[in-house]
């Protein structure tokens, strides 16, 4: 038996949709093989360590663990992640965003020395910055929409200027998101200077960083990377919102958005988009899993858009669903994601 911890919740704005995502996961897991313990960050970040679970949980609210109480109950998790008899064989983190998606949680694993799932401290906080990650793509070759970012100090003071930039630079309609964020949370698109500054200061109410992006009109077409030095590549898959733009609500509450599986585009459409995940998983330095969001034109032109390092992950997300289009199974993907994670803790040894 191997001793799996799940790490879900966290102290982000993707809490709710980690929590479905961990309920999914500890479904897929052969409980004759691990013996899984639920691990419960709650939105203040307290860290709460659950009892080891005999069989998979009915429904996601019951992994919402009360707090105990110790603001300083991270340390519950030390003890019983250092302790020889009660240690993890792997870590599983299932979490959206900062503090889970972007490195911090991945350097306590590392700093304790434990295996665990998914992409390393490098990837995980390059790939969640898009600023950081767009320079990258740059770098890597990759097509990207024009762009523009701020830091709140000097957007301060500089409001004017900043925004004659971008209407000199870009084109409205405007995208503006908060640099480290998911799920659509803090991102508005903005048609006129007005709604440009409100826009502007509502992400900036999410992150001290913000981007703002060319609006593009394409089809939005997503890939799946699975594996570490040699990844490998999904089928396409098209998200359709039936809405302005793909955001939160479109993707988990409304469940106004349709999705194509496989995506209607030409061989040599799949060929480009592959190509590009890959690049962007491997200017990364991606291991684990990757899903590469792009924007395919009306004549083919390939625009990547960002990488998820931790993407959402229920049975009816793009990620799994990608795999599953592609002959495996969701408990499949799962299960190579730990290999995976082990693998590669193992090369590091
Ligand atoms: P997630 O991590 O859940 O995929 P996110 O918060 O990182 O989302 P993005 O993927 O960057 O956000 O953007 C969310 C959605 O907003 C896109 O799926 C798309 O519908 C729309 N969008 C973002 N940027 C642009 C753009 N430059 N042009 C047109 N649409 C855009
Ligand atoms: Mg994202
Ligand atoms: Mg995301
Ligand atoms: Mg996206």
């Excluded at 401290?121 to 950081?132: E, I, Q, R, T, Y």
Aim: charged letters at 20%.
């Amino acid at each position: 038996m191997k001793k799996i911890g799940i790490v879900y919740g966290g102290k982000s704005a993707e809490h709710e949709v980690s929590l479905m995502t961990a309920k999914a996961v500890i479904a897929a897991l052969d409980f004759s093989k691990y013996v899984v313990t639920p691990i419960y960050i709650t939105l203040d970040g307290e860290w709460v360590c659950g009892e080891t679970l005999q069989a998979p949980v009915e429904d996601a609210e019951s992994l919402r663990f009360a707090g105990t109480g110790q603001k300083d109950s991270i340390e519950q998790f030390v003890t019983l992640a250092s302790n020889k008899t009660s240690r993890f064989d792997v870590v599983f983190p299932v979490l959206h965003g900062p503090n889970g998606e972007d490195g911090t949680i991945q350097g306590l694993f590392e700093m304790m020395n434990l295996p665990y799932v998914g992409n390393g401290v490098l990837a995980s906080s390059a790939g969640m910055d898009k600023v950081v990650m767009k320079q990258l793509f740059h770098q890597a070759g990759l097509k990207q929409v024009p762009y523009l970012y701020s830091i709140h100090s000097q957007y301060e003071g500089n409001k004017a200027a900043f925004l004659d930039a971008c209407e000199q630079e870009l084109t409205y309609p405007l995208f503006v998101k908060p640099a480290n964020l998911g799920s659509s949370v803090g991102i508005t698109k903005a048609k006129n200077r007005a709604e440009l500054e409100k826009a502007i200061d509502f992400a900036f109410t999410y992150d001290r960083k913000i981007v703002v992006e060319q609006g593009i009109v394409a089809r939005e077409i997503e890939l799946s990377v699975l594996g570490n030095d040699e990844p490998t590549v999904s089928i396409a898959g098209e998200v359709l919102p039936t809405k302005d733009f793909y955001d939160y609500s479109a993707k988990y509450v409304d469940g106004t958005t349709n999705y194509a599986i496989p995506a209607e585009i030409s061989e040599a459409e799949l060929h480009d988009l592959q190509q590009a995940a890959i690049a962007a998983f491997k200017i990364l330095d991606g291991s684990g899993l990757v899903r590469a969001d792009f924007f395919l034109t009306d004549s083919g032109e390939v625009y990547i858009n960002e990488v998820n390092t931790l993407p959402g992950f229920t049975p009816i997300s793009m990620y799994p669903k990608l795999w599953i289009a592609s002959g495996k199974t969701y408990s499949q993907v799962v299960e190579e994601l730990i290999q995976l994670g082990l693998e590669r803790f193992e090369e590091k040894q």
